[in-house]
């Protein structure tokens, strides 16, 4: 594991949003579904394709608050265009668990 500076960490924009849609995509190479969350007034609603089906479906993830890079380039997957990189870690058998706020806080907080 290679060392960061703190000024590189911050140059990773992290915020929490809400996600207000969900849609199957059985066009994707691997199982997902897209999204999209609201990160409050200043960054508005973003799209996202995450790999997230073996524990979430598109009705169980609507109104769940997520954590994602806010500031990364977009990214062509197939037809969409995924604009934020929605955060998670493996389970034991490496599907994606969601990073979640335990507590209620505002849309487009960030992370620090």
Known sequence: MSEISF???LKVDVR????VKAEPFPE???????????FGKEIGVKKSSAQ?????TETSVIGMG???VVNFP???IGKFMSEILVLGVPDADGEVVLI?????VPNG???F
């Open 16 to 19: 929490k949003g809400t996600v």
């Open 66 to 68: 997520v954590m994602a």
């Open 28 to 38: 994707a190479r691997k199982p997902a579904i897209k999204l999209w969350v609201d």
């Open 74 to 76: 977009p990214r062509q």
């Open 52 to 56: 997230i089906t073996k524990h979430y």
């Open 7 to 9: 000024d590189d960490f």
């Open 109 to 111: 907080g960030r992370l």
């Open 100 to 104: 979640t706020p335990d507590k209620s």
